[in-house]
């Protein structure tokens, strides 16, 4: 099923980011962007994913995702990386 194949692919993807996050003491820039990199393929894996959900499912959960995202566009704005901005 699509659905359980895509949901490992996002686990895995997820496990990728804590551990590359976890690999370090201290950050340098180049790190900040692979760790970005990384986030937001999880992003984009997960909005797919949101297209499983029934439509029910779906409204629910939508106020939550445009939080996060209006959250993460302020932060990307005030103190994100310049390529990172949306």
Known sequence: DAAVKDA???MNTFTKLAN???NYQTFESEDYLLIADIYADC???LARFFD????AAQA???NYAQSVRTYEEKVS????IE???L
């Open 8 to 10: 490992v692919a996002i």
């Open 77 to 80: 704005r005030e103190d994100g």
């Open 43 to 45: 992003r984009r894996q």
């Open 20 to 22: 590359t996050a976890g």
């Open 60 to 62: 629910r959960f939508y």
């Open 52 to 55: 499983y959900l029934p439509e």
């Open 83 to 85: 390529r990172m901005k």
